[in-house]
């Protein structure tokens, strides 16, 4: 028996980081998974490997239509849809006075309104369900901020904001909707080169900084995120949960 047997779930930005992660564990889990993401050729690779239980769907989470599309894919190949991932998104290190407004939306967009239109996207197939389970993925960044880091930081502020609100409307429909907020995960996203150099001082001070003294792994995500997806969370609604090596314990003194 797995953790999320009979399960169809939507996973974004699935195509690599913590999101790949996350299409593993679902179907070690039992789950079926349309997974979406704009990169194309790792998609289709990680399709490949995983067989009938995944499906991938080119998808900007920016896109109605590529939502539209998602769901549609989950209900046709698997006759419903229970759980929805709301993991893609971009980081920009660059402080207020360098960013331009354009790229201050694109962050918010993908990052906040991108989930916005998951959300919205999937109410009525879960409804038909029965019930279901949305996960956002925030940060840590949702709680605090960093100098260079004020449109990514807002944008996680509004997921916990985006999590409440959705947790009280859907419900009374038995859908549940939790935020996420890892620390230092070792995905591309932080290992870029020019991610990392605009990182503190370096990611090995970083990770000395925490109690438990190093980065995570994205499999130590994929565990709550299957939990929080499962039965097992079923009084688990508008809740925040740290995945952090205990970074927000304290300043570090
Ligand atoms: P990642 O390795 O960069 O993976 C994110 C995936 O989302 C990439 O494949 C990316 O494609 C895709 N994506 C970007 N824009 C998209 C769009 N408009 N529509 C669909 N897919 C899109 O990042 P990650 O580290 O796994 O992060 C996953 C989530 O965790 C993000 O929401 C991130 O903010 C959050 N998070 C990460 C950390 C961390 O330490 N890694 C900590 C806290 C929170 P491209 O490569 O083409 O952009």
Known sequence: MGQLDGKVAIITGGARGMGRSHVRRFVAEGASVVF?????????????????????????????????????????????????????GIIQHKRIEDMSLQECRRILEINLIGQWLGIKAVIEAMKEAGGGSIVNVSSTEGFIGAAGLAAYSASKFGVRGLTKAAARELGEHNIRVNSIHPGGILTPMVMDPDVVAATADSADSFMKALPLGRMGRTREVSGLVAFLASDDAAYCTGSEVLVDGGMLTGAGY
């Open 36 to 88: 979406g993401d704009i990169l194309e050729q790792e998609g289709a690779e990680l399709a490949g490997e995983l067989g009938e239980a995944v499906r991938f769907v080119r998808m900007d989470v920016t896109s109605p239509e590529d939502w539209k599309n998602a769901v549609e894919t989950a209900v046709a190949a698997y006759g419903k849809l229970d759980v929805l991932v709301n993991n893609a």
